[in-house]
């Protein structure tokens, strides 16, 4: 899952990573649209984690649609 | 005579309501911001991310603190609203954050996104960070 935080809350972009193993093609859609929007926010400056349960939260600078869950925090500024 | 009574009278009710408004406003607006979708959909976003101690210690006393992973006795602190962030080492404030998004974001989405940059980006979070050192 791909969770990218807005003025709206998060949205989210959700995947079966086993359907896109077995070439699901609404699978391998929702996969392509997270790659795109995770290319996308990170050129604006977005910082990605992956997040998973028991294990420390990692900096990711590539997609990976493997990640059990993935957050996108925007870019911060000194305020 | 019983008219300018009543007038007066509906006059201080008026007064009254005009000054009291903006205090139940303050007092209340965390509460109706609560219902927006964005913060309830941001309000669970930071329920998946922390852990039972860490909801009860945001709730009941309205910040978070995370160890720093790269210095053992510091300890940031978040607030749960809007506001600095305090350093806090060997027990004592040393140094006050501010850092945000760049885009508005719910107030829970915000306490995430410390969590995350601390716990995973400390050192880029400190770079971008403006910083107040706390005087004794």
């Known amino acids: 899952m791909l969770r990218v935080m807005s003025r ?3 949205d989210r ?11 699901d093609p609404e699978a391998t859609a929702a996969v392509r649209e997270a790659e795109r929007i995770f290319a996308l926010e990170r050129a604006k400056g977005a ?21 059990e869950q993935i957050v996108l925090v925007p870019r911060v500024v000194g305020g | 005579m ?15 309501a005009l000054a009291i408004s903006p205090m139940l406003w303050l007092l209340f607006q965390p509460y109706f911001r609560g219902l927006s979708p964005a913060e309830r959909r941001a309000s669970s976003l930071l329920r998946d991310m922390l852990t039972a101690e860490q909801c009860h210690q945001l709730i009941w006393r309205g910040y978070l603190e995370i160890p720093s992973p790269s210095t053992s006795q ?3 602190r978040v607030p749960r609203t809007k506001g600095y962030v305090l350093v806090i080492e060997h027990g004592q404030a040393v140094m006050r954050l501010c850092i945000q998004p760049v885009e508005c974001l719910p107030d829970a ?15 880029y979070y400190l770079q971008n960070a403006n910083k107040y050192l706390c005087a004794e």
Do not use: C
Request: charged share 25%; proline share 3%; aromatic share 8%.
């Open chain 2, 74 to 76: 510091r300890v940031y």
């Open chain 1, 8 to 10: 709206r809350g998060d």
């Open chain 1, 13 to 23: 972009v959700i995947w079966d990573q086993q359907k896109v193993l077995v070439g």
């Open chain 2, 109 to 123: 989405d915000v306490v995430v996104l410390h969590k995350l940059m601390i716990e995973a980006n400390e050192e």
């Open chain 1, 47 to 67: 910082t990605a984690f992956r997040v998973e349960p028991g294990k420390p939260i990692q900096r990711m600078d590539t997609f990976d649609e493997t990640a």
């Open chain 2, 2 to 16: 019983f008219i300018t009574q009543q007038v007066l009278t509906t006059l201080g009710w008026v007064v009254l």
